[in-house]
């Protein structure tokens, strides 16, 4: 009886011993186990291969989508870019990602704001969305208004930002108003200013809130400068125009605030001396102060002379030449040149480059002083 428990004991102890073994022989293996566990008839999964993150920024904005152009664009508008960090880089990226923004979106960005990325743009960044989403209407609408204005994503937040938004609607300017502003005048936030003087030249416009001109003389009114101001009206008042038939005109014109004052002087001189029309007719026409003086209002008005001297129909004289000086080049070519027989158009045609072509008195030796904003 004995030798047959000593044997039984002997196996059990045995098995024990075996099973102990194969358990730490596979926790051994699963630890230090080095070679390739996927059977040779066996796909790896594309989540399963090595991620290679991009080393530079020209990796990061080609995985974003820009081409070689695209890059040129970038690293001349912005050379330091050509030398920024990944991550950084890479984070800011993903934010515009988020916003629906493409890499041609981006390349556009950074050609209209060169430092864009130099900005902390992560600074309140969702509260800001949120604020903009609400404000446009959308995301769409928010990209779009991101491309034509970058800084929308950078500009002092709760300091500047939101208290000139407040401002012009408390003004009468909201809704799509507001947003054709922001989107058609991406100087708004930073330039606007409004005091009591400004307010009073809105009044003497007569425009009044929720008329269509109205957006249009506040904003101008509002990031143009007082003493701009004062200038071009004073400008305007050298020519015969009394300051009430000048604010009238700005009422009707607001886009006439953009003008520098050297080409309303110009175009005036022009229509008064040359032309020989009354300051009324400009009041009447904005348009004259608009036109371009040497490819439009000189060679077209040297045109009619030319046809009066030849004794030519259509002659371009009263109410016909203001239609003419309006006419896109094509139609007026067609209707007051080509009209002829085939010599005398070559001839008129001939002249009228000519005359297109002529600079004034050292033109090409004038010297521009820029002021930078021009209103």
Avoid at 241 to 265: A, F, M, N, Y
Wanted: proline content about 5%; hydrophobic content about 40%.
């Amino acid at each position: 009886m004995f030798p047959k428990l000593h044997l039984l004991l002997k196996f059990r102890f045995l098995v024990f011993a075996s099973n102990r073994h194969f358990t730490r022989s596979n926790s051994v293996f699963r630890i230090t186990a080095t070679y390739s566990t996927i059977c040779p008839n066996q796909v790896e999964s594309p989540n399963e291969e090595a991620i290679e993150h991009p080393r530079d920024s020209t990796e990061i904005f080609k995985q974003w989508g820009c081409c070689e152009n695209d890059l040129l664009t970038i690293f001349s508008r912005q050379p330091s870019l050509r030398n920024a960090q990944a991550t950084p880089l890479l984070s800011k990226l993903n934010l515009l990602s988020s916003l629906g923004l493409t890499g041609s979106d981006i390349v556009k960005m950074i050609n209209c704001r060169p430092r864009f990325f130099c900005s902390r743009i992560n600074n309140c960044f969702d509260e800001r969305i949120e604020f903009l989403v609400n404000l446009f209407g959308s995301r769409e609408m928010l990209r779009k208004a991101l491309v034509r204005n970058p800084s929308l994503l950078t500009y002092d937040f709760h300091n500047t930002m939101k208290p000139v938004i407040a401002l012009y609607e408390e003004i009468g300017i909201s809704g799509h108003d507001l947003i054709a502003m922001l989107i058609s005048r991406p100087t708004l936030i930073p330039r606007t200013s409004f005091n009591e003087e400004k307010m009073e030249y809105i009044k003497k416009t007569g425009v009044l809130k929720g008329s269509k001109m109205y957006k249009y003389v506040v904003s101008l009114i509002g990031i143009s400068r007082i003493e701009t101001i004062r200038e071009k009206v004073t400008n305007l008042g050298k020519f015969g125009c009394s300051e009430e038939e000048i604010w009238s005109l700005l009422g009707r014109s607001p886009l006439i605030l953009t003008l520098s004052v050297d080409k309303v002087q110009r175009n005036m001189t022009f229509v008064l001396g040359t032309m020989k029309l009354s300051p009324r007719v400009v009041l009447e026409h904005p348009f004259l102060l608009f036109s371009n003086l040497e490819a439009v209002l000189k060679p077209r008005i040297s045109l009619a002379r030319k046809l009066k001297e030849m004794e030519l129909d259509p002659q371009i004289k009263g109410s016909i030449m203001l239609r003419a000086l309006r006419m896109t080049e094509n139609r007026f070519l067609n209707v007051f040149i080509k009209c002829h027989p085939q010599d005398v158009a070559n001839e008129l045609l001939e002249f009228y480059k000519h005359a297109k072509g002529l600079k004034p008195l050292a033109e090409s030796s004038k010297k521009i002083l820029r002021k930078g904003f021009p209103f």
